[in-house]
C-alpha cells in the first residue's frame, strides 16, 4: 500500500460545482495533515491544514478520520482559479531522521471550466 | 510571509558537468530545509533533509556524493548536481521549516534543469 494514496483524476468540473477529493494514508502514527494545490510547472501552495474535528477555509473544508485513516477536501462553488492539482500531504512521524518530513500524494489534478 | 526563494529558476547544462542551486529562506530562520525531486506527472519526491551546521540526511535511493547538500546558515542550504547526466533532468524544489515552527513547508518556486 502507498504512503499516501489519492484519487487518481482528472476531475472536469463546471463553475460553481461541488467537488470532493479523498485521500488515504498508510502509517496510523501520522500526526499532521495538509493539503497543498499546485499549478502547472509551479511549487506547491498549502491551501489547509486538516485537524481532527475538521476544518472550513470559506469554500473548502478539510476532514480527517483517523481511524479510517481518511483525509477528503470539499470544494464548493468551484471557481476557474480553483484548476490546480491537489496534493494530500502527510507527515509520517518516523522513528528515526527528521519527525517533520512530509510525504506527497500524487495529486488529483482539478479542471474547472466555464 | 514566509517567503523562499531559489536560483536558479531554471538551467541548461552539458553531461558531466555540475549544477549548484541555492535555496534561501527569505523573511524567517530555517533550521531545517527539505530538497525534492518532480519528474512529470509524478509526484514530489523527497530527496534529502538539510538541517544547518551537520550533514544532510538523505533518502533512501538518493547518492549523497551525487547530490550535494550544504546548509550553512540558517536561511541558505545549497544542493549540487554533481556529473550531471540527462536522466537527472527534473525539477528541484527546495521547502524550508521555519525555526520553531511546527509541520507546515514553505516551498521556493523550483529550479527546473535540464541536461543535454
Known amino acids: 500500500r502507498k504512503e499516501v494514496e489519492q484519487d487518481p483524476g482528472p476531475f472536469n468540473v463546471p463553475e460553481g460545482a461541488t467537488v470532493a477529493f479523498n485521500c488515504t494514508y498508510s502509517?496510523?502514527?501520522?500526526?499532521?495533515f495538509f493539503w497543498y494545490r499546485q499549478d502547472c510547472r509551479k511549487e506547491p501552495k498549502l491551501l489547509m491544514s486538516v485537524y481532527s474535528s475538521g476544518n472550513e477555509d470559506g469554500r473548502f473544508t478539510a476532514q480527517l478520520n483517523r481511524a479510517s485513516q481518511y483525509i477528503s477536501l470539499l470544494i464548493r462553488d468551484s471557481k476557474l482559479s480553483d484548476s490546480a492539482t491537489y496534493l494530500c500531504v502527510v507527515n509520517p512521524k518516523n522513528s528515526g531522521g527528521s519527525n517533520y518530513k512530509l510525504t506527497f500524494g500524487k495529486g488529483t489534478l482539478l479542471t474547472v471550466n466555464p | 510571509g514566509a517567503v523562499v526563494s531559489q536560483h536558479p529558476s531554471w538551467v541548461i547544462c552539458k553531461s558531466g558537468t555540475s549544477v549548484k542551486i541555492e535555496c534561501r529562506s527569505l523573511d524567517f530562520q530555517a533550521t531545517t530545509m527539505f530538497w525534492y525531486r518532480q519528474f512529470p506527472k509524478q509526484s514530489l519526491m523527497l530527496m534529502a533533509t538539510s538541517n544547518e551546521g551537520s550533514k544532510a540526511t538523505y533518502e533512501q535511493g538518493v547518492e549523497k556524493d551525487k547530490f550535494l547538500i550544504n546548509h550553512a546558515s540558517l536561511t541558505l542550504s545549497t544542493l549540487t548536481v554533481t556529473s550531471a547526466h540527462p536522466e537527472d533532468s527534473s525539477f528541484y524544489i527546495c521547502?524550508?521549516?521555519?525555526?520553531?515552527?511546527?509541520?507546515?513547508?514553505?516551498f521556493g518556486p523550483g529550479t527546473r534543469l535540464t541536461v543535454t
Open positions: 502509517n496510523s502514527a501520522s500526526q499532521s
Open positions: 521547502s524550508a521549516r521555519p525555526l520553531g515552527g511546527t509541520y507546515e513547508q514553505y
